[in-house]
């Protein structure tokens, strides 16, 4: 089983990763996500992330089979 990892917008950029799918196995929280794709890159401070469509914190669990989404601050109007 795999979880799907995406980034968006300026994260993306910075990162250099749109989208990937990882090994579950080790992946317990939303920050071990981030840590799995990222090599030694800290989270930046403003960033966001949703498990499955729905905002969360970074501490938050996540299962096989979860999609992780994150995302640089959105606004609008």
Do not use: H
């Not at 995406?6 to 950029?13: C, E, H, I, T």
């Not at 992330?49 to 938050?60: C, H, K, L, P, S």
């Not at 096989?64 to 601050?73: L, N, R, S, T, V």
Request: glycine share 10%; proline share 5%; net charge negative.
């Amino acid at each position: 089983m795999s979880i799907r990892i995406r980034f968006f917008a300026s994260l993306a950029d910075r990162v250099g990763i749109r989208e990937m799918t990882v090994d579950g196995d080790d992946i317990k929280t939303a920050e071990d996500a981030w840590k799995a794709c990222v090599d030694g890159m800290d989270i930046p401070g403003n960033a966001r992330v949703a498990i499955n469509q729905q905002y969360a914190d970074f501490a938050d669990p996540v299962k096989q089979g979860d999609e992780i989404a994150f995302f640089p601050p959105v606004t609008g109007g």
